[in-house]
């Protein structure tokens, strides 16, 4: 019993008191997921130029996805960490090298910048935005790599969650997960309310009951088999299932009262009033500061509780965001504004953030402070930037070369008939991430068990480091293979 403490502490020492990394890092970071979807994109459309006849078999298409999207994410949290900058430049170089040989093939013989003219005058399918499934995806996938990665060696301590102040990679990822749900929440997309607003605001607190029940299932479960708890993170008994469920009914509230393409400024005005209060009252020693964890429920899970309004105003901006984003464009050349906006809206929040910073206090996850929600929001906000670069990309390739094999990516207008159709579908039924997309809360639940499971077999904290990758590519692989047959099978499992 002794030892089962001992090395409860241990692994709970582990992920304590880190300071994080600089916010260029995780910007640059961002770079990398992007890369991995066009470098896929890129590969499949070489493959078709060259007589190769897609789709092949799903164990080849499965293989694919998993070295290309899921691989790279692996080795640059791990091994590779320390070469990140240069790994990225590298495959940025090399894309650019296949996207030249792309064009060299095409069916045209018109000069590039006749090309790109006509490609802006193209028009592109208005049904939907591939790049809005691939961020969600995307940071659900390195949400489940991070929590069980941070309990290894080989995992960067400055990419793990910070303990008062700082931004680790790890720290955005609560609000990331907010930020795209709330993108495609039924308010972001126009979606008519059935009923009254009252009876909208029943069903929503309805529809989180799964989220509770989960949250109580881990409470549960954390306390009878003794796992390692970082009590900072959430407090005693609080965790991210709850702080999901709040949020969503919260958000639903303001929602159904207040205009929805008055989001944006609903999350300024939360952000704001909230950091008032930090700034003027006992709050923030009161979070940061207290060692009691004894005098109420308050009291024991005060970064849960207290979050929760930072956490709001992140849906509030998401919202709006999402809002934006799928409005109707036709024509190619639209979406280069929509590119230069959301560039144009990250830089300037960076720009707040850093007076922030400056000014008031640091980038804060454990309070969801005003600098939090700046920093997840410009986080977000670019990598969005960087997900809409590489599907416009990847379009200007499938022009190229009539090539319409590539899965979670635009296709023209023109294109859109039965029988490519009917190969997208194809394709589709075959793509990792559209099987992450299918069942995103059951691929994260998956991941939770399989992590707990891990750290029950493996002493995590005293593996090497070629053992460590071992088993976190062994993880990720038995995940995405579950969830990649539940998509072939046509299950979704969404049983509220």
């Known amino acids: 019993m002794d ?4 090395n409860k502490l241990m692994k709970e020492a582990f992920v304590s008191n880190l300071n994080g990394t600089t916010l260029g890092e995780v910007a640059f970071g961002s770079f990398v997921a992007p890369l991995c979807v066009l470098s896929r994109g890129l590969f499949l459309i070489l493959y078709h130029l060259n007589k190769g006849t897609l789709p092949r078999s799903w164990k080849f298409h499965f293989l694919l996805d ?4 899921i691989l790279p994410l692996v080795l640059l949290s791990s091994l590779l960490s320390g070469v990140l900058y240069r790994i990225i430049i590298g495959v940025a170089l090399i894309d650019i090298g296949v996207l030249f040989q792309v064009y060299q093939k095409r069916k045209r013989s018109a000069s590039l910048l006749d090309e790109l003219r006509r490609f802006l005058q193209s028009k592109v399918e208005t049904n939907l935005v591939p790049f809005i499934t ?3 995806v995307q940071v659900n996938v390195k949400t489940v790599l991070c929590i069980l990665a941070v309990d290894f060696s080989v995992f960067p301590r400055r990419y793990a969650k910070t303990e008062t102040y700082g931004t680790g990679v790890m720290d955005i990822g609560v ?10 929440c039924p308010e972001a997309r126009s979606k008519e309310k059935k009923g009254s607003n009252f009876s909208h605001v029943v069903r929503q607190l309805w529809s989180v009951w799964p989220l509770v029940l989960l949250g109580m299932a881990r409470l549960i ?3 009878m088999s003794g796992y390692q708890e970082h009590v900072t993170e959430y407090g005693v008994h609080w965790n991210f299932f709850f702080t999901l469920a709040i949020v969503r009914v919260v958000a639903s509230v303001l929602l159904a009262i207040f205009p929805v393409n008055k989001s944006w400024l609903l999350a300024a005005l939360i952000c704001g009033i909230y950091q008032v209060v930090l700034e003027t009252t006992g709050l923030k020693t009161f979070i940061i500061h207290s060692d009691d964890r004894t005098g109420s429920f308050l009291a024991a899970n005060r970064e849960g509780v207290f979050s929760v309004f930072g956490y709001v105003a992140i849906y509030m901006a998401g919202v709006q965001i999402g809002l934006y984003i799928m409005e109707t464009r036709l024509l190619i050349k639209q979406w280069f504004k929509v590119i230069q906006n959301l560039l144009i809206s990250s830089c300037v929040l960076y720009v707040i953030l850093y007076f ?3 000014h008031i206090e640091p980038v804060s996850r454990r309070m969801a402070n005003l600098p939090y929600c700046l920093w997840v929001i410009a986080e977000c906000l670019f990598f969005l930037t960087c997900l809409t670069v590489v599907d416009v990309v990847l379009l200007f390739a499938k022009s190229l070369t009539n090539c319409y094999v590539v899965p979670s ?19 589709e039924g075959l793509c990792l991430i559209q099987s992450v997309n299918r069942n995103q809360l059951v691929f994260f639940m998956l991941a939770n068990l399989m992590t707990g499971l891990t750290n029950v077999i493996v002493d995590t904290v005293s593996s090497n480091d070629l ?13 995405s293979t579950l969830i990649f047959i539940l998509h072939r099978k046509g299950i979704t499992l969404k049983f509220w």
Not at 410 to 427: F, G, P, S, T, Y
Not at 467 to 479: H, T
């Open 3 to 6: 030892g089962v403490m001992t």
């Open 66 to 69: 998993f070295t290309f999207l």
């Open 134 to 136: 691939v961020f969600r």
């Open 175 to 184: 609000g990331a997960y907010i930020l795209a749900n709330a993108i495609v």
């Open 221 to 223: 479960s954390v306390k």
């Open 356 to 358: 922030c910073q400056t």
């Open 409 to 427: 990516s635009w296709n023209m207008h023109q294109d859109v008939e039965l029988k490519k159709a009917n190969l997208r579908a194809e394709m």
């Open 467 to 479: 053992f460590s990758v071992f088993v976190l590519l062994m993880y990720m692989f038995i995940n």
